[in-house]
Nanobody, 124 residues
Framework: QVQLVESGGGLVQPGGSLRLSCAASGRTFSSYTMGWFRQALGKECEFVAALNWSGTSTYYADSVKGRFTISRDNAKNTVYLQMNSLKPEDTAIYYC?????????????????WGQGTQVTVSL
């Protein structure tokens, strides 16, 4: 069992930056594939980024490529999402998710554990 707790969300102006963190419990965190998803009001859950257990392989949605960076620190049981050049359309609740299988996945149902989410609002 893995418990995930996101933090770092907030209100930021367009063009600004935020770094989200996801702290995980459990001794097996380093073996999990980790992902970030987001859900805007009235929209479906959307894949943002994911990385493998070692952090050597990453994958991004086209909408965030070049602006967002996913990383992890297995010693701290934490995964991060650095978000730069934020746009109003990035406004959403951001969720951290963990997947037991080793391959990166982009579909929410492929992930086994989820955090409670953190709100990111990009607005003047």
């Amino acid at each position: 069992q893995v418990q995930l707790v996101e933090s770092g969300g907030g209100l930021v102006q367009p063009g600004g930056s935020l770094r989200l963190s996801c702290a995980a419990s459990g001794r097996t965190f380093s073996s999990y594939t980790m992902g970030w998803f987001r859900q805007a009001l009235g929209k479906e859950c959307e894949f943002v980024a994911a990385l493998n257990w070692s952090g050597t392989s990453t994958y991004y949605a086209d909408s965030v490529k070049g602006r967002f960076t996913i990383s992890r620190d297995n010693a701290k049981n934490t995964v991060y999402l650095q978000m730069n050049s934020l746009k109003p359309e990035d406004t959403a609740i951001y969720y951290c998710a963990a997947r037991k299988a080793p391959r990166i996945a982009t579909i929410p149902s492929n992930y086994d554990y989820w955090g409670q989410g953190t709100q990111v609002t990009v607005s003047l």
